[in-house]
């Protein structure tokens, strides 16, 4: 996992563009 010096910010958004590669319905609710 990159970009973990970034915070939430960046965790949120690596999640997204993860969740829009792979599968939306991986999408965690831990915001």
């Keep these: 996992m990159?970009?973990?010096d970034a915070g939430v910010?960046?965790?949120v958004r690596w999640r997204v563009?993860?969740?829009e590669i792979t599968?939306?319905?991986e999408?965690?609710?831990n915001t």
């Design 2 to 4: 990159l970009g973990t």
């Design 9 to 11: 910010g960046g965790q």
């Design 17 to 19: 563009e993860s969740a």
């Design 23 to 25: 599968d939306t319905h």
């Design 27 to 29: 999408y965690p609710s």
